[in-house]
């Protein structure tokens, strides 16, 4: 059990559709990450999400966009969907936003693909 | 910007082998480092990971990793793999301080036959 849980598991979408993926942080952690991971390649930074703000932000386009909620789980918006975000879509979390010594837990992820 | 380089993109041993798997990293201050594992089928889980101190860690499942910071590697070891090994392995760094944002590599894919 990674304690981080992600949903949808699995979904299609058509090229310009949009999508929302879901992720419940582990317990008694309050920062979220979502990380991008395409096939056969390592998973890249998108945004990180604390106290409901965007902390930071990788190089992804403005179609990618999220929100945190009170209750620290957060959403992952992805809009006018390419074959190219096609990827498997982890979220990680974690405490303490501003400390190095911090483990990030992964949840199982949301495998999108785009026809 | 940080940068990780992991060289072995695919590995195939035999039980019993010995396992090393390369990485380097590009960054101009202090990083921790990690090193993933992704099972098939499974989310990733961390093997172990370095912040300070003894440049030997120890991980779980027999796993060992040295950091050289003169040669920016960390590198991962096992002395003998075993069939479950079998998995996707990602060395990653994270400033110290910071804001914390997880740099990947792009992987090492191990076979192990038995």
């Known amino acids: 059990d990674a304690g981080v849980t992600q949903s949808p598991t699995h979904l299609i979408k058509t090229r310009g559709q949009q999508v929302t993926l879901r992720c419940s942080p582990k317990s008694g952690h309050d920062t979220v990450s979502w990380y991008q991971q395409a096939l056969g390649q390592g998973p890249q930074f998108i945004f990180q999400?604390?106290?409901?703000?965007?902390?930071q932000r990788g190089n992804f386009p403005d179609r990618f966009s999220g929100h945190q909620f009170p209750n620290y789980s957060s959403e992952l918006n992805v809009n006018a969907l390419l074959l190219g975000d096609s990827a498997l879509y982890l979220c990680?979390?974690?405490?303490?936003?501003?400390?190095?010594?911090?483990?990030?837990?992964f949840g199982a992820g949301s495998r999108l693909t785009v026809l | 910007a940080q940068s990780v380089s992991q060289h072995n993109h695919h590995v195939i041993l035999s039980e019993a082998a010995s396992l090393e798997l390369g990485c380097n990293y590009s960054y101009g201050g202090t990083v921790n480092l990690f090193w993933y594992v992704q099972y098939p089928g499974q989310h990733l889980q961390l093997l172990l990971k370095y912040f300070s101190g003894d440049p030997l860690v120890k991980g779980i499942k027999g796993f060992e990793a040295e950091f050289i910071k003169s040669k920016f590697s960390f590198n991962l070891r096992k002395p003998s793999v075993q069939w479950s090994d079998t998995a996707e392995y990602f060395c990653a760094v994270m400033p110290a301080t910071g804001f914390q944002k997880l740099v990947f590599g792009t992987g090492t894919r191990l076979l192990v036959s038995p």
């Open positions: 999400y604390y106290e409901e703000e965007e902390r």
């Open positions: 990680a979390s974690c405490t303490g936003v501003l400390s190095g010594a911090n483990v990030l837990t």
